[in-house]
């Protein structure tokens, strides 16, 4: 066999997955091999060094595979990627009465349902921070996709993916952070007043100094509600105004026992213009006339006591809000002999924590709200089916099976506060084939949840 015969056959081996030792180890095969033929003239000195390049090219190759493997490649100034996300089945079922209709006359879903949510978190440079969600259902206040509601034995109509946030967010110090795009909710709230799953788009700002043991902060936000389109259109047509948001809380974290922890944040909720779609005046009696934003001007105080001092947390949680602009919201609706329904409050208390494998929980508070006391398109679309006008009690308990999986079940029950009053004609159980005068309201839920 030649020596460039030779050559190539030990390459081809060298391809094939042999590894040659560190340096430290002393010459290895190759370079005595090529040492070797070099001297008996079989190969010239410049086939040798060419052999050797190859030969360190293909080594550096195969232990950057061996050695990073499923590496993934950021950029220099991305100094921290967190992938995360969660998987929750459910069953569910809802059901409540048309007060109006003779009889017992009464509505019923039953669904199996499921939600997708994964997204990523980017630490950057110079202070900087974005954020990315994908999830499923299109809607503000819910991600779930019900089984069998597509065209065809398991269609995928429904089934698709949509932006749940991405923002940008600035924190040039300890004490100011600035974020713009759709984010989470800035604010402190509860159930009350703000559905859990609504990611407001627009910027928002938070303000934070601790004196001792009280943390002040205070957060403001600026978010765009409805976008009218056009907003002066040609030929002299009718022109909208885009109806925006503007919030802004002041509040206290005050710990004066490391087992005790006391939360108080007023939050004063403002409204500009109507967009195009929110323009009808609220009556409740209408999908129409449920979702108009005229005459609102809310002032929300959630409070929290929470006591990690026992082998169970304790948690006991309230909050109250008033329309301060109750009595003209009544008036536009054409009820101004109720202009004192204007107030919403909760209370509740929790026990335990359902974070760690052998964790549970278990929760109950009562709700009860007047009908021109929120805003119908930002309060929960479970517990009382995104409707006014209800007072009743929710029970909640978790189960944590291990540090990922938990079961967690809902219950609720509400009638309606004022029976004189309806209670707004949007929800599951609203709409056209639906009703305006719930009664006898019932949920249950049955959740699996998996976190990734």
């Known amino acids: 066999m030649s020596g460039c015969a030779l050559l190539a056959a030990w390459l ?3 391809g094939a997955g042999g590894q040659q030792p560190p340096p430290s180890a002393g010459p290895s095969e190759a370079e005595v091999l090529l040492n070797l033929l070099e001297q008996k003239g ?33 950029r220099s100034w991305v100094e921290k990627l967190d992938l995360y996300g969660d998987l929750r089945l459910r069953f569910e079922h809802r059901s409540g009465e048309d007060d109006l209709a003779a009889g017992d006359d009464r509505m019923e879903r039953n669904r199996w349902r499921y939600r997708l949510r994964a997204g990523a978190n980017l630490d950057l440079g110079e202070s900087w921070r974005a954020g990315i969600r994908i999830e499923t259902g299109p809607g503000g206040r819910s991600s779930n ?21 991405l923002y940008l967010q600035w924190a040039p110090s300890q004490w100011l952070t600035l974020t713009a795009g759709r984010q989470e909710n800035p604010f402190v709230t509860t159930v009350l007043a703000w559905d859990h799953d609504l990611a407001p788009e627009g910027v928002s700002e938070k303000v934070r100094y601790r004196s001792g043991s009280v943390e002040w902060f205070a957060t403001f936000g600026q978010f765009l509600y ?31 026992h490391k087992d005790w922890k006391i939360t108080v944040a007023p939050l004063l909720t403002l409204y500009s213009g109507a967009g195009d779609s929110f323009r009808t005046p609220f009556t409740g009696l209408t999908p129409a006339g449920t979702v108009g934003i005229n005459d609102l001007a809310l002032l ?13 947390p304790v948690r006991v949680f309230g909050d109250f809000a008033v329309n301060l602009d109750g009595s003209d919201r ?5 009820q101004a002999a ?69 079961l967690s079940l809902t219950y609720a029950r509400a009638e309606r506060k004022e029976k004189a009053l309806p209670t ?18 019932q949920l249950f839920q049955a959740d699996l949840n998996l976190r990734f």
């Open 424 to 441: 707004g004609a949007v929800g599951d159980l609203g709409g056209s084939s639906g009703t305006a005068w719930l009664d006898d309201y």
């Open 300 to 312: 929300e105080l959630p409070v929290e006591l929470a006591w990690s001092g026992w082998t169970v």
């Open 12 to 14: 081809g081996v060298c």
């Open 42 to 74: 079989l190969i010239t000195a410049q086939e040798a060094a060419q052999t050797r390049q190859e030969l360190s090219r293909r080594l550096t190759r195969a232990q950057t595979v061996q050695e990073e493997p499923g590496r993934v490649t950021l």
């Open 330 to 334: 009544a008036r536009a609706a054409g």
């Open 226 to 256: 409805d976008d009218a389109n056009p907003d002066n259109p040609f030929g002299g047509g009718p022109s909208w105004a885009d109806a925006f948001l503007f919030g802004q809380q002041v509040g206290a974290r005050w710990t004066p």
């Open 145 to 165: 996709v019900t089984f069998g509601d597509d065209s065809g034995p398991w269609g995928k109509e429904s089934d698709r993916l949509f932006v749940g946030l």
């Open 338 to 406: 109720y202009d004192d329904e204007v107030y919403a409050w909760l209370a509740g208390v929790e026990l335990g924590s359902a974070r760690k494998k052998g964790g549970w929980s278990a929760r109950v508070f009562y709700l009860e709200h007047g009908l021109f006391a929120l805003d119908p398109n930002l309060v929960d679309s479970d517990l009382f089916d995104s409707r006014l006008n209800l007072r009743g009690v929710a029970w909640q308990a978790s189960y944590a099976f291990t540090d990922f999986l938990s």
